[in-house]
């Protein structure tokens, strides 16, 4: 099943900032964070495994609550470069790593 | 270092017809995927191969068969190609551990049924 995705778009100032949440319904090994720009490959921006954690890098940053089966994406003092669709991917297991429908991110000067 | 490697590019077909997708990855990697990708609908996994010699099914496998001709390749076939298939397929591969285990994407292909 995928997991369910929210907001489903999010328009934004630039340095404003953004969450972005990823819920589901089975018990998670590990969370994904993909970013994709469009015509392009999705590209990775985070993963977080079972466990409980929060990461970040630069001014993305992600937590991981596994007893909820939820995972949060936050963008602070959001830039013109954020701009995309963001996909959460989640695995349970040996069942592969199926993801969301995705969070479309419109940054306006 | 080529990472994740799809072809063709681009490709239209006519309902009925067959075709495969090629991928291959220069990374060792043990685990590759298929996924496809439709508007408002993400991606959406088809078939995984979690190591060389395995094949599963993922979420929409109807319509696909794959093989994991060895650690390297991983190809998707579309045996009597349908307009529902008209999609952008993503080949990806990942190794195990930690941040290894992130997904390495190919560049897709995008497929038309007429």
């Known amino acids: 099943q995928q997991p369910v995705q929210s907001p489903q778009a999010v328009i934004l100032r630039e340095g404003e900032d953004a969450v972005i949440n990823c819920s589901s319904s089975k018990a998670l090994y590990s969370v994904h964070w993909y970013r994709q720009k469009h015509g392009e490959a999705p590209v990775f921006l985070m993963i977080l495994l079972k466990g409980g954690e929060q990461k970040g890098h630069d001014k993305i940053s992600a937590s991981f609550n596994e007893k909820k089966q939820q995972s949060s994406l936050y963008l602070t003092a959001s830039q013109l470069s954020y701009s995309g669709t963001y996909f959460c991917?989640?695995?349970?297991?040996?069942?592969?790593?199926?993801f969301g429908k995705g969070t479309h991110l419109i940054i306006q000067p | 270092n080529a990472g994740v490697t799809q072809t063709p590019k681009f490709q239209v077909l006519k309902t009925g017809q067959s075709m495969t997708l090629q991928c291959a990855q220069d990374m060792n990697h043990n685990s590759m995927y298929w996924y496809r990708q439709d508007p408002g609908m993400g991606l959406r996994l088809i078939y995984y191969s979690a190591s060389e010699g395995t094949t599963d099914k993922g979420e929409v496998p109807n319509g696909y068969n794959v093989s994991r001709l060895n650690k390297r390749e991983f190809s998707l076939r579309l045996e009597s190609a349908a307009p529902s298939q008209t999609s952008v397929y993503f080949c990806?591969?990942?190794?195990?551990?930690?941040?290894?285990?992130?997904?390495?994407f190919g560049s897709g292909t995008q497929l038309s049924v007429l």
């Open positions: 991917g989640t695995e349970g297991g040996a069942d592969g790593l199926t």
């Open positions: 990806a591969s990942r190794g195990w551990g930690g941040d290894r285990e992130k997904l390495f």
